[in-house]
T-cell receptor, first 115, second 113 residues
């Protein structure tokens, strides 16, 4: 099973709302990722968790707050977003510790619209 | 900073024709992944190549990893409308900088029936 699940599929929120995106995998992977993707562009890395610890924050604004409650779950908490934050948010996972780079498996994404 | 140049940016072909997408870099990658993505969906892994000179086949798709592990190509034989999508290559650095992938800019493929 190489499935990463994400909820919700679609989300519309106002600039004053607080919402959360959820990601889950049961492949035993110990690295999990959040990406942001704008139309017709490749995914841009936001955060990496390795063994449930935040290992990379790509200078993401604090209105995005990641959380890794356990090795299977990854959340992205959203607060006071701007319209330009509207995008497809992708979660991915991979085995950690491979010396030859790691294949990342992506979820279906959450399409976020900020009004 | 590692860069991965992907070409062409867009390909429009008729059903039954062949096509090739290229990813090139001046950097060495420890592995390279190819994905296909449909609008509004997440990228779906097609293949991972790890050995220089490696060739992998997946039905009508042939993937090559360059001998020096700096470049890769994807060749589709007798393309079908179901092959339409955004093709992304992504490389993992030799130093595996915190599991970061370097993505190419993507190739949008349209196969017309």
């Amino acid at each position: 099973d190489t499935e990463v699940t994400q909820t919700p599929k679609h989300l519309v929120m106002g600039m004053t709302n607080k919402k959360s995106l959820k990601c889950e995998q049961h492949m035993g992977h110990r690295a999990m990722y959040w990406y942001k993707q704008k139309a017709k562009k490749p995914p841009e890395l936001m955060f990496v968790y390795s063994y449930e610890k935040l290992s990379i924050n790509e200078s993401v604004p604090s209105r995005f707050s990641p959380e890794c409650p356990n090795s299977s779950l990854l959340n992205l908490h959203l607060h006071a977003l701007q319209p330009e934050d509207s995008a497809l948010y992708l979660c991915a996972s991979s085995q950690a510790g491979s010396p030859r780079g790691e294949t990342q498996y992506f979820g279906p994404g959450t399409r976020l619209l900020v009004l | 900073t590692q860069l991965l140049e992907q070409s062409p940016q867009f390909l429009s072909i008729q059903e039954g024709e062949n096509l090739t997408v290229y990813c090139n870099s001046s950097s060495v990658f420890s592995s390279l992944q190819w994905y296909r993505q449909e609008p509004g969906e997440g990228p779906v892994l097609l293949v991972t190549v790890v050995t220089g000179g490696e060739v992998k086949k997946l039905k009508r798709l042939t993937f090559q990893f360059g001998d020096a592990r700096k470049d890769s190509s994807l060749h589709i034989t007798a393309a079908q409308p179901g092959d339409t999508g955004l093709y992304l290559c992504a490389g993992a650095g030799v130093k595996a900088a915190g599991n970061k992938l370097t993505f190419g800019g993507g190739t949008r493929v349209l196969v017309k029936p």
